[in-house]
């Protein structure tokens, strides 16, 4: 059994994700994590999925996609990745205002500054307004106020508003 | 939950100027990300806003409640009116409040919101349920202090949020909780 790393991307139509794991099924490879999304209206996909199917094959597979040279699907085997317990608190942070280059660079560069992690990261730009929303891990220890001051700061030589807040699980 | 009386009869008849459609400004613009200011709720320019504030709410579609950033003015004040809407359970009708500020909340519940300020984007935002929020009313600046619940507890807060630089975009659940707008009203 082996993990692949499967990504499909461009022009957007209906069918493109039945058809991918209906050819991904064929093969008896098991979706496991998978994303999908448009952006800027172009579709995006990655799914690791697990089987006993070689690269090749499933490059061979989803080749029919990309016939028409308006999707690209790229497959590479990936090794199994444990993911550690960890005792770092979670934080939800947004920024938003005007758009210009350089914003995520310079915000998320405050947050690796202390060791924080991100988990997710979404960014739109939505006419004039550039919008990141990031899940971000923050090492136990770290001073989440002094994170909040230098993110502030960063902001504010950008003139972009930002908020940090921490991530609420309600536990039922 | 009792309704307060006096926002139930209040209507923006006893403001007694008319209110003006101003035009509603959209993110990034610096107004909606500031903190506005403490307003004298007995003010000429309280009440003119006060009543532009209606009569905008009114000529937009689908607008339940708009906060004076949203007309580029820096001030605590806002109006609401849910009482057209499908989610409201009980409700004040048309009101406006100045200065105000939430002084109770319980009972956090997630749901999509959007905002005439950022007309391309929705999200999901926790916000509770029930809520106490105090203010004062333009014109007579009378205190009040309003119980609100469901739709209309999720109105006074986005709004209150408004008045202190705050869109619901610094307050979406996640990465994942933010929406590019597919049907506009």
New interface residues.
């Given amino acids: 059994m082996t993990l692949h790393a499967i990504t499909v991307l461009g022009h957007d139509r209906p069918g493109i994700i039945a058809e991918t794991t209906h050819r991904l099924a064929g093969l008896g490879l098991n979706l496991e994590d998978s994303t999908m999304t448009?952006l800027r209206g172009h579709f995006a996909m990655m799914l690791i999925c697990a089987g006993d199917a070689r690269d090749t094959e499933i490059e061979e597979a989803l080749a029919p996609l990309t016939a028409d040279g308006r999707l690209t699907v790229t497959v590479r085997e990936v090794p199994e990745e444990q993911v550690e317990r960890t005792d770092a608190s979670s934080w939800?942070l947004?920024v938003?205002?005007?758009?210009r280059p350089g914003i995520v660079s310079r915000i998320i560069g405050e947050v690796a500054a202390v060791g924080g992690n991100v988990t997710?990261?979404?960014t739109?730009l939505?006419?004039?307004?550039?919008?990141l929303?990031?899940?971000v891990d923050l090492p136990a220890g770290v001073d989440a106020e002094a994170v909040r001051r230098s993110l502030a700061a960063a902001a504010a030589e950008l003139g972009?508003?930002v908020?940090l807040?921490a991530?609420?699980a309600?536990e039922l | 939950m009792a309704l307060n009386e006096r926002l139930l009869e209040w209507t923006e008849a006893e403001l007694r100027v008319d209110g003006r459609a101003l035009d509603v400004v959209?993110?990034?613009a610096a107004v909606l990300?500031a903190d506005g200011d403490q307003v004298d709720p007995k003010a000429p320019e309280t009440v003119q806003l006060a009543a532009d504030l209606v009569a905008t709410m009114r000529v937009s579609p689908g607008c339940v409640g708009l906060a004076a950033p949203q007309v580029g003015v820096g001030v605590k004040v806002f109006c609401v009116d849910v009482s057209g809407h499908p989610k409201t359970r009980d409700h004040h009708g048309t009101f406006v409040l100045c200065n105000a500020e939430v002084v109770d909340s319980s009972r956090?519940e997630k749901a999509r919101e959007g905002c005439m300020s950022?007309?391309?984007?929705t999200g999901d935002v926790?916000r509770a349920g029930r809520i106490v929020v105090r203010g004062q009313l333009p014109g007579t600046g009378e205190e009040v202090t309003v119980e609100a619940n469901a739709f209309e507890a999720r109105a006074l807060q986005h709004e209150i949020d408004h008045c202190y630089?705050?869109?619901f975009?610094?307050?979406?659940?996640?990465?994942?909780?933010?929406y590019?707008r597919k049907t506009y009203l």
């Fill in positions: 448009l939800v947004t938003h205002g005007g758009d997710d990261l979404t739109r939505a006419g004039d307004l550039y919008l929303v990031a899940e972009v508003g908020t807040r991530a609420e309600d | 959209r993110a990034p990300s956090n950022v007309p391309d984007l926790k630089g705050y869109l975009l610094d307050r979406v659940a996640g990465a994942h909780a933010v590019a």
